[in-house]
């Protein structure tokens, strides 16, 4: 594709959507699901407003990762090298570490609504073979098929959640009051944490090398990313707000706590069943299938494109993240197999730890050095950050850093 400057408010800007579809289902997945539902069956509308806010500052950190691609035709990677090598032993050992964990973590997610579903076949074995599908998929695949299969993915989960929001019957006026910023006692941590988490993580920086793969190249391209990623965090964010609106009106109002764990959503089957009937609940299983299925398939793909490029960088070769290519496939396969192992064992103790900590320093990471590199020689003038870009990414900064602190006194404690 062309470096021309797309038509902006036409049907062909339109059509170009899509991998910011792709990086919102990648960031959203089954913890996000729980810790959303558990706001609203705790706290009932009152954390509407992070939920929200958390929208607004996963699209300033993607936004700001894509625009680095858009604008110097080269990666956040190869930005993160420019501030000192260390950045990229320090990517490296985090993305080796936390592959090897949210492995296990992503199959075993996508396993419990299927095992639901289809009891006779046990849950390790659905979770072998959502890994195994994975792999298949992505392996002989490339991103136009991919895009086109988590678009479906985005589709389904979204008209099922929103569905069920409507069919529990909101109360309008108690979910504007959500939006009036109010902190219940004893949220503010598990408030930051709702802010901080719903989105995703480190995926949110893999969306520059899903712009690329979809053929967009240049700074002519800014605008419409924008649109993308704007699209893509408003349907995130209806998403949210039907999941806060479900444990609020069916959870919190009945006094029913659900486990704080990806098995709780199995729980808030249990409680559709018992309330709407076996169709209900198994829509919902459905839905539950599309959420976990469309974060794996993401972190499969987008995980082995920021790797590959890693990859690469670290050997001096300035190739980038590659479909198909040797390094691509490579961490494809780690994170397939070896966390296998971690479907049958407990996972080892240090290397929890150590997937905490660094799980924990990179979102402050990322602003930082989007703040450092949007801001820096290397990026055009027009598409450097405005104040409101800056305003939020230094908000972010300091979110992400008293969650740092709290996460790292949790694992020390």
Known sequence: MSDDRPEIGTRRAWRHIGPGIVVAATGVGAGDLVATLIAGSRYGYALLWAAVIGCVVKIALSEGSARYHLATGSTILAGWRSLGRWTG????????????????????????????LFPAVPLKAWAVACGLGGFAFVW????ETFELVMKLLVGLMFVIMVGLAILVTPSLPALAGGLAFQLPEGSLFYTLGL????????????????TQAKGWR??????????????????????????????????????????????????????????????????FLV???????????????????????????????????????????????W??????????????????????????????????????LNNSSHVPRQARNGPLANAVLVAATLLFAVLAIQQVVALSG
């Not at 570490?97 to 639901?116: D, H, K, N, R």
């Not at 002989?140 to 991103?143: D, L, S, T």
């Not at 802010?195 to 090398?209: M, R």
């Open 89 to 116: 032993w320090y990517f490296g050992i985090y993305v080796i570490v936390w592959g090897f964990i949210y492995g296990a973590t992503a199959m075993s997610a996508s396993a419990l609504p299927l095992a639901a």
């Open 140 to 143: 002989f695949n490339r991103y």
């Open 195 to 210: 802010i901080g988490g719903v989105g995703g993580t480190v995926t949110t920086a893999a969306y520059g090398y899903w």
């Open 218 to 283: 240049g700074p002519g391209w800014v605008p419409v990313m924008r649109l993308d990623n704007a699209v893509a965090y408003c349907v995130t964010g209806i998403f949210v707000i039907a999941m806060l609106i479900v444990g609020a009106q069916l959870l919190n109002a009945a006094g029913i706590a659900l486990a704080d764990s990806d098995k709780g959503l199995l729980g808030l089957s249990d409680v559709l069943e018992a309330r709407f009937g076996r169709a209900i609940a198994v829509l």
């Open 287 to 333: 839905g539950f299938a599309a959420t976990s299925l469309s974060s794996l398939l993401g972190v499969w793909q987008g995980m082995s494109l920021f790797f590959s490029d890693w990859w690469y960088q670290l050997r001096g070769r300035e190739e980038g993240g590659h479909e198909g290519s040797a390094a691509y496939r490579c961490y494809l396969a």
């Open 335 to 372: 994170l397939t197999f070896p966390p296998m192992l971690l479907l049958f064992a407990d996972r080892p103790f240090l290397l929890v730890i150590a997937y905490g900590a660094f799980g924990a320093l990179f979102m402050p990471f990322l602003a930082v050095t989007l703040l450092i």
